[in-house]
């Protein structure tokens, strides 16, 4: 298989199957929603079969990666996914933010597909909420979008140049 037959190529890998924890590269246009769908399973299946230590290596290379970049280093106002199960680990992230004394805002779902940026102080604030997944106590305000600087946000894999397949539901990209 040439490059150019390929919809992803891994930008760190030299292997021919896309890895869902590294960039990925486009070489041809959007797959189709069909082509989505099936490039979903194949990354969730992929990322399930990542063993705990190479999950862990990648978490603390991304999280350092990440924390050295110009973006975070200006935002003083960082949103970001609570991580679930085998996704990328946000936890870290969370604590090395809130210790450099940034303000952390993590999604609350207000309805299907609907969410808000909730500022937290710590990961104390968090309770399980809509979905089962972990969001901030309902006292809690929300913060605008406009006051945000940085979204870090779920990802199932991206190219060099920022376009990214999430995991469907389009929430991250409506807000």
């Known amino acids: 298989m040439t490059q150019e037959d390929r919809h992803f190529w891994p930008a760190s890998y030299p292997s021919e199957a896309p890895s869902p924890r590294s960039s990925l590269m ?3 246009p959007a797959p189709t929603s069909s082509a989505k769908a099936q490039l979903r399973a194949a990354l969730l299946a992929q ?3 990542l063993s705990a230590r190479r999950c862990s290596e990648a978490d ?3 999280l350092e990666q990440l924390l050295r970049t110009s973006h975070y280093q200006a935002a003083a ?3 970001s996914y609570v991580s679930v199960g085998d996704e990328v680990d946000t936890r870290g992230l969370m604590r090395a933010a809130l210790s450099a004394g940034k303000r952390v805002c993590v999604p609350r779902c207000r309805s299907l597909g609907q969410m808000d940026a ?3 102080s710590s990961e104390a604030e968090l309770v399980e909420g809509s979905y ?4 901030p106590r309902a006292e809690l305000p929300a913060v ?3 006051n945000i600087e940085l979204i870090i946000v779920p990802c199932l894999a991206a190219t060099r140049d920022g376009l990214r397949i999430g995991y469907g539901g ?3 990209d409506r807000y």
């Open 26 to 28: 486009a070489t041809t």
């Open 47 to 49: 990322r399930a079969a």
């Open 60 to 62: 603390a290379a991304i």
């Open 77 to 79: 106002t960082i949103f």
């Open 118 to 120: 909730v500022a937290i």
């Open 132 to 135: 089962g997944l972990l969001e």
């Open 144 to 146: 605008a979008p406009k």
């Open 170 to 172: 389009g929430v991250y």
